[in-house]
């Protein structure tokens, strides 16, 4: 399965914007990057995913480098609810697609 | 609006006890999905299921089973509950597309065996 690699953890202040960095220099040409978080004692959730073009949604940006071998999920204004771990993953673009969680990034937001 | 929903939340089981957890989704997913999650790791895949009436192996099956008998309903079993399988789980589905397999999950089940 495709790697990558985040920090453990990463601070941020309350209304402050914050780029949580992926490397996955293996990445494909057709793997899609994808980014899910976790709130305190619950399920993940879908943030957002992109291939190759930086994204944007309600939740965040995505920016993508240009060989795709790193992304930046971006959080606008970091809010207390924002805290959370983040995952980046790599789904595979053959067969079944399925999500391999690594054990992603520790966000603590500060007041 | 309900989305995924496991039950229970949290149980004790007794080692070699057996229990059954159950997830369903309402939004017409055609793949569902069991994951666990022990403390400080991610979540890692136990079974899955590309729609009504199959099943596949994940990442780490052994100790469990599952069944797909309706298309909304994906059950986990645990025949012979053990230590090791403490951990809290988790449900998804997905409405798979070849471009896109947004995952959502449930709110998990919190499961200690002694």
């Known amino acids: 399965d495709a790697k990558t690699t985040q920090p453990n953890s990463m601070e941020s202040n309350e209304e402050e914007p914050v780029h949580l960095p992926c490397n996955h220099s293996?990445?494909?040409?057709?793997?899609?990057i994808h980014w899910y978080r976790q709130l305190p004692s619950q399920g993940p959730e879908y943030v957002i995913h992109?291939?190759?073009s930086n994204v944007n949604n309600r939740m965040a940006s995505l920016a993508i480098a240009e060989d795709r071998k790193s992304s930046t999920l971006i959080l606008h204004r970091a809010t207390l609810r924002d805290a959370a771990v983040y995952y980046c993953?790599?789904?595979?673009?053959?067969?079944?697609?399925?999500?391999?969680f690594g054990t992603g990034t520790r966000l603590l937001v500060s007041p | 609006n309900a989305g995924v929903t496991q039950t229970p939340k949290f149980r004790v089981l007794k080692t070699g006890q057996s229990m059954t957890l159950l997830c369903a989704q309402d939004?017409?997913?055609?793949?569902m999905y069991w994951y666990r999650q022990d403390p400080g790791m991610g979540l890692r895949l136990i079974h899955y299921?590309?729609?009504?009436?199959?099943?596949a192996k994940g990442e780490v099956p052994d100790g469990y089973n599952v069944s797909r008998l309706k298309k909304q309903n994906f059950l986990l079993g645990l025949e012979s509950a053990a230590p090791s399988q403490t951990s809290v789980y988790f449900c998804?589905?997905?409405?798979?597309?070849?471009?896109?397999?947004?995952?959502?999950f449930g709110a998990g089940t919190r499961l200690s065996v002694l």
């Open positions: 993953i790599l789904r595979v673009n053959t067969g079944f697609q399925k999500l391999v």
């Open positions: 998804a589905s997905s409405y798979d597309r070849s471009w896109e397999n947004i995952q959502y």
């Open positions: 939004m017409n997913h055609e793949y």
């Open positions: 293996t990445i494909s040409g057709t793997d899609y």
């Open positions: 992109g291939l190759t």
């Open positions: 299921s590309v729609g009504e009436g199959t099943t």
